[in-house]
């Protein structure tokens, strides 16, 4: 009976719900999937992490490349971010090239590194005007079940505390530069951005982390990123209907929130691998 409920008003199926200030998986408004994390699962990479909230599974992978730093900017490298939404991960997702949602989480990524100075990208510059880092960071959904951006920072942020970069040197007599695979260091990481997603349905209940169902029949979408000192470091809001100030500064608390939560869980992860090793 429910299932019939749900296939032919899927709306009135989840307005049943939130009127007990519940929703369809048992969860209440403000609460978060369970998150669970895995760092360094890519060998091949200089960084990784897995990241997954609920069903919505993300993976990034990080690889540096030397290249010569931009003529504007001579004494800094440059972080390159792209997510990829295939179609393994959900069926909404067609093969051939990025689609609309790809590209915004991709466009919704880089506008984070740069407004939360997650790393200072002089840290990247090997030698000024000629030789800099380049970290491409690729950040791949495995399987889509909504709030694909909270999961995507959560795993660049884990594969970027996890990178360790070459230490490079450049030839006085060739100029070349030589590196040294056997001697590595940890990116130094100045700020923890953490994301915050939330639905708003009928254009007054308000609901953390929602799923695809949810994504779908929301009036509006909203994202949070705020670092550890509480900045604000990004709202991201695509359209929808608009949201009062009240509601706004309501999201803004539970993202702080949510990046302690987060920041702990990173931290941890990061800790029990130094004493597995």
């Not at 949810?214 to 359209?239: M, N």
Request: negative net charge.
């Amino acid at each position: 009976m429910a299932a019939g409920f749900k296939t032919a008003e899927p709306l009135e199926y989840h307005r049943s719900f939130l009127k007990e200030n519940c929703r369809p998986d048992g969860r209440v408004l403000s609460e978060f999937r369970t998150t669970t994390l895995n760092i360094g699962s890519i060998s091949t990479a200089d960084g990784s992490a897995l990241v997954k909230v609920g069903s919505t599974t993300v993976i990034c992978g990080i690889k540096a490349e030397l290249a010569n730093p931009a003529v504007e900017t001579p004494g800094k490298g440059y972080i390159v971010p792209n997510v990829d939404l295939p179609p393994l991960c959900s069926s909404r997702f067609r093969p051939g090239p990025p689609g609309e949602q790809a590209q915004a989480a991709s466009q919704f990524i880089a506008d984070v590194i740069e407004s939360s100075e997650v790393i200072d990208t002089e840290d990247l510059c090997i030698e000024r005007g000629k030789l800099c880092w380049v970290l491409y960071c690729d950040i791949i959904c495995l399987d889509y079940d909504g709030n694909i951006l909270d999961a995507c920072v959560i795993a660049l942020l884990a594969a970027l505390k996890n990178t360790k970069l070459p230490e490079v040197t450049v030839n006085t007599e060739t100029s070349t530069p030589e590196v040294n695979v056997e001697k590595r260091s940890l990116l130094h990481i100045h700020k923890h951005p953490v994301a915050a997603s939330f639905c708003v349905f009928d254009d007054s209940i308000l609901i953390v982390d929602p799923t695809d169902e949810e994504e779908k029949l929301s009036t509006a979408q909203l994202t949070v990123v705020t670092d550890e000192e509480g900045q604000l470091c990004s709202v991201h809001k695509p359209g929808g209907t608009s949201l009062s100030g009240e509601k706004l500064q309501e999201c803004i608390s539970r993202a702080t929130a949510r990046q302690r939560e987060i920041q702990k869980l990173i931290d941890k992860v990061i800790k029990s691998i130094k004493t597995a090793k």
